[in-house]
């Protein structure tokens, strides 16, 4: 068995349930209206946020450990992971500042907005990242 792709398979597929949950539960969190629903969809969205910056960075650490080098990215794939970086980070601040926030339904629901543009973009980017890499 190879060991190399059994933990890119197994980081893959973090990944995948990370961008699954992190577009869902946005859209979810929009469809429901009630606050103790989109606080727990919040927390499940900042886990998932979470899961999608550690399992890039292992995707990395794999790559480095494997062959003592980063991915060799240029041009169109490195800005594509650049937007993949800044949505991690701004999903994992917005979807924190809700669950500590106490704010109105209608600032939750731009945030929700937000967070579904944010993880929508961030999918987008992988599928570009995928191609130029």
């Known amino acids: 068995m190879d060991i190399q792709n059994l933990a ?15 577009v869902g539960g946005a859209v979810f969190a929009l469809l429901w209206r009630a606050t103790d629903v989109q606080r727990r969809l919040a927390r499940l969205v900042l886990a998932a946020w979470l899961v999608q910056a550690v399992s890039g960075v292992t995707f990395g650490a794999i790559s480095y450990y494997y062959y003592a080098q980063f991915p060799d990215l240029t041009g169109i794939a490195v800005a594509a992971l650049v937007v ?4 991690a ?25 937000a967070l579904c543009f944010l993880g929508m973009l ?11 890499s």
Request: hydrophobic residues 55%; glycine residues 6%; charged residues 10%.
């Open 122 to 132: 961030a999918l987008s980017a992988a599928a570009v990242l995928r191609w130029f």
């Open 84 to 87: 993949k970086i800044v949505c």
């Open 8 to 22: 890119y398979a197994i980081t893959q597929i973090f990944h995948n349930f990370g961008a699954v949950t992190v």
């Open 89 to 113: 980070a701004l999903g994992i601040s917005l979807t924190g500042w809700q669950l500590l926030a106490q704010s109105s339904e209608a600032t939750r629901r731009h945030s929700w907005m």
